[in-house]
């Protein structure tokens, strides 16, 4: 391991080695830093001036941020395990909200608990009717993605890499312009019917019980967690592998989340004129909690059962895990379905976030979860999650601080900063959660 | 099979020869219709065609202009440059049409004028308010080019002013799409007036037409706290911000323009806001409940200004053919600068810039219908 990464940085010291070389790529490092202090001079600034706004931009952020996560992970996988970024993951996400719009518009299935028992709470009829819109979206955009990998990348599996590359540039071409016709999705902007009805937290509505909840949450996880690190330290393998759970990821990162969203919405200052008065929107919450425990439960897949197993495997060798009795196709396309759930169920997060759905909506999410799977470092989750968190703040700050036209170009120059800084993203390729 | 050959080539250029006779022919007089067919404003197209297509069908029936009648030429333009040109240059070099009613988007209008004045052929807009399709950058007007609606200035002034004098406000917030002509210049028209007025706009936030997460922008129109948030854009954008300002929990009174009269306007989000347009259905002239009532026979729906616009605009078009007595454009153009007409938006007399010359009219959504609320003379 240690010989593998020494030759690497000779590779990537080559160049550098080079007098001209070396001299731009100071100075660019310098042009870099300097961008990067301006940018922390102008946050701090609009910190300090207005705190309150600050946050709720931070929280505008989480909801994008989310959003991102869910669409990163399935290009994250899918290139872990083929090595293929899988352009059309977008056009995924896009098919995943027009399923649930039909399901919705159409269909009336987010009502459907109140067919069979017209007596239910409207809340529970709402709850259960978002689930199953969500289920019936993954269900779909899942579907796709393996279609698509059966019948346009398995063909091209043996043949250079390329070639599936711009297959997917195709397919994806395909999925928008076979959506936009008249009689699929039509080319309009379609008003989208949200599965439940928005209402909006501050201070006051929120009760203290919930935020106590979340804290206490919080605590208990990392109490367990540093419990858990000091038995598995002194060789006890039981508390290694609870420490890799994913339940224990799920209380800190739920906790933790809602924790600080619930508390920074939930009090209310006023001093000197500025007002701390934050909102949050249960869209927002919905938004937050689907996507740590889709995450945990990806997390849980690839590190607990069977089919995981055979993913790393897969990912690790191919051939290798052929030889072991490993059916590589179908834990191919499983990940395929898997990523495409995902995507499905960003979808349907997506167009309840901005109640609008249109055949060209995936690309620009699509290519902002791109780059925060390479931020995070292509091929790992956890980087995923954390670059799309990353990409999420990025824009919605610099819309908020800096300029709202700019925005889309600081975050995607955001990528060319980290691809020469850090050219493995933030979390490289350990080769544990790799998949 | 020689003799089965020979019998095709005879058929086809029988055919071929049958074709060009009904080209050639004068008996017919085409008139191109270009509007957004698909797209974002895809209400917008089809309203159009449909309000000019009734216009051409009343003139055919009773004998058609000059005596001939009126053949229709649609082509969808999709409000954008790239396609509007193409269209443009489909029907004038293949359709051999001289007359064009259309686009409805300033952004698409502007590049076909272009290609229009260089063919020598007449176009009138029905509803695209951006000074610049009837001026060309030297400041001259371009001499076949006409509109059938008000323009960016009058609407921002008249916005300014009902929201200064009938509403009390004090500041406003102002978002728009930079890269929109007709938006830009809406935003930019209603800042001064409302300024000159004495308000003071306190957000001015730009975005761009592909943005669907306003909330960064919101936020800080929610913390200026302002009287009134003017959005100049179109409805489909409309419902996009309307929805996330509603969320972020703003109270302020929004305000927009006639991008906003679709049928596809969220209702409910825009609850209580106000916009201009060019006409009201609760107008009680006679041409108007004439033609209320004509296109709901029709099409089943009550007509939005964008098909009463086109409905004016081709009747203005043919008016003016009449009165000149040729189809030659540049003689019908001057007819036209001349003229008044008695149409359903209103009494109209064109001034120097090819510019109606008519009033706007304020309506507000309120409970899922709109309300006129008053007329401002220009």
């Known amino acids: 391991m240690v010989a593998t990464q020494t030759h690497k940085e000779q590779i990537r010291e080559a160049p550098i080695q080079r007098r001209d070389g070396m001299i731009l790529n100071q100075l660019s490092q310098g042009l870099f830093a300097l961008f990067g202090l301006i940018v922390v001079y102008i946050l701090g600034r609009a910190l300090f001036e207005n705190p309150g706004l600050f946050m709720q931009q931070v929280l505008n952020g989480l909801e994008l941020g989310f959003i991102y996560a869910l669409i990163a992970l399935g290009y994250t996988m899918i290139y872990g395990i083929v090595k293929l970024i899988n352009f059309a993951h977008g056009d995924v996400f896009m098919v995943g909200s027009f399923a649930s719009f039909y399901a919705i518009s159409i269909l009336d299935l987010h009502r459907w608990p109140a067919w069979i028992w017209p007596g239910m709470s409207s809340t529970l009829v709402m709850i259960i009717g978002t689930i199953t819109i969500i289920l019936i979206s993954m269900f779909v955009s899942g579907l796709l993605a393996v279609v698509m990998e059966r019948f346009a990348y398995r063909p091209l599996r043996n043949k250079p890499r390329i070639a599936a590359l711009i297959t997917a540039i195709g397919v994806s071409f395909f999925l928008e312009y076979f959506g936009a016709l008249p009689f699929v999705f039509t080319n309009n902007y379609i008003t989208y019917d949200r599965p439940f009805d928005v209402t909006v937290y501050s201070a006051g509505e929120i009760s203290p019980v919930v935020i106590g909840v979340m804290w206490g949450l919080l605590v208990i996880s990392l109490v367990a967690y540093f419990m858990l690190r000091t038995q598995a330290k002194s060789g006890d393998m039981k508390a290694q592998a609870w420490l890799r759970h994913p339940l224990l990821q799920f209380g800190?990162?739920?906790g933790g989340f809602f924790a600080f969203v619930l508390t920074l919405a939930g009090i209310h200052l006023e001093s000197g004129g500025k007002v701390w008065d934050l909102s949050v929107s249960n869209v927002t919450l919905v938004i937050m909690g689907a996507?740590?425990?889709?995450?945990?439960l990806l997390q849980f897949v690839v590190t607990?059962?069977?089919?995981?197993?055979?993913?790393?495997a897969a990912a690790y060798d191919k051939d290798a895990a052929r030889l072991m009795g490993i059916n590589v196709d179908l834990v191919i396309a499983s990940t395929?379905?898997?990523?495409?759930?995902?995507?499905?169920?960003?979808?349907?997060?997506?167009?309840?976030a901005f109640k609008q759905v249109y055949y060209l909506m995936g690309i620009i999410p699509g290519l902002k979860a791109f780059v925060a799977a390479v931020i995070g470092g292509i091929g790992s989750?956890?980087?995923?999650?954390?670059?799309?968190?990353?990409?999420?703040q990025t824009e919605v700050l610099s819309a908020g601080f800096i300029s709202t036209p700019m925005r889309d170009a600081i975050s995607f120059s955001l990528l060319i900063i980290v691809l020469l800084v850090w050219p493995q993203g933030i979390f490289g390729e350990p080769p544990g959660e790799k998949v | 099979m020689r003799t089965r050959n020979l019998l095709v080539l005879v058929l086809v250029g029988a055919m071929l020869a049958l074709s060009a006779c009904g080209g050639g022919g004068s008996k017919t007089l085409k008139v191109a219709i270009l509007a957004p067919l698909s797209g974002n404003v895809a209400t917008f197209g089809q309203s159009t065609r449909d309000g000019a297509t009734l216009a051409i069908e009343e003139w055919n029936a009773k004998g058609g202009v000059l005596g001939k009648q009126i053949q229709p030429v649609v082509e969808d333009s999709q409000c954008n440059a790239e396609a509007a040109v193409s269209a443009a240059n489909k029907v004038i070099d293949q359709d051999g049409v001289k007359f064009i009613i259309g686009e409805v988007c300033s952004s698409a209008s502007i590049p076909i004028s272009e290609v229009a004045m260089a063919k020598g052929v007449l176009q009138i807009s029905p509803t695209s308010t951006n000074p610049s399709v009837t001026v060309g950058e030297d400041g001259k007007t371009k001499s076949l080019i006409f509109r059938a609606c008000f323009i960016d200035p009058f609407q921002g002034q008249v916005a300014a002013k009902f929201a200064l004098e009938d509403l009390k406000a004090k500041t406003a917030a102002v978002l728009l799409d930079q890269g929109n002509d007709y938006v830009r210049g809406l935003a930019e028209f209603f800042r001064d007036s409302f300024e000159a007025g004495g308000g003071k706009v306190v957000v001015w936030e730009t975005y761009t037409g592909e943005d669907n997460d306003f909330s960064a922008i919101l936020s800080k129109v929610k913390d200026a706290n302002p009287d009134i948030l003017y959005v100049p854009d179109y409805y489909s954008k409309v419902n996009l911000i309307a929805a996330q300002a509603r969320e972020k929990g703003i109270t302020a009174t929004m305000m927009g323009g006639d991008g906003w009269d679709s049928e596809d306007l969220d209702r409910t989000v825009t609850d209580g806001a106000y916009f201009t347009n060019h006409?009201?259905?609760?107008?009680?002239?006679p041409i108007v409940q004439d033609w209320i009532k004509k296109y709901k026979d029709k099409y089943g729906?009550?007509?939005?200004?964008?098909?009463?616009?086109?409905y004016d605009a081709a009747n203005i078009l043919f008016t003016a053919m009449e009165k000149a007595g040729t189809d030659d454009p540049a003689k019908v153009a001057a007819a036209m600068e001349g003229m008044e007409f008695d149409v359903v938006s209103g009494h109209i007399t064109y001034d120097s810039k090819h510019n109606p010359v008519k009033p706007a009219v304020i309506l507000q959504i309120k409970d899922g219908e709109i309300h006129f609320v008053k007329t401002i003379a220009p």
């Open chain 1, 304 to 312: 607990q059962t069977q089919l995981g197993k055979a993913m790393r």
């Open chain 1, 336 to 352: 395929f379905a898997l990523g495409g759930g995902l995507a499905g169920a960003a979808g349907v997060l997506y167009a309840t």
């Open chain 1, 252 to 254: 800190w990162l739920f």
């Open chain 2, 301 to 310: 729906s009550e007509p939005d200004a964008l098909a009463t616009l086109a």
């Open chain 2, 279 to 285: 006409y009201s259905g609760d107008d009680p002239r």
């Open chain 1, 291 to 296: 996507s740590i425990l889709l995450q945990v």
């Open chain 1, 381 to 392: 989750i956890p980087g995923a999650f954390l670059g799309a968190l990353i990409m999420g």
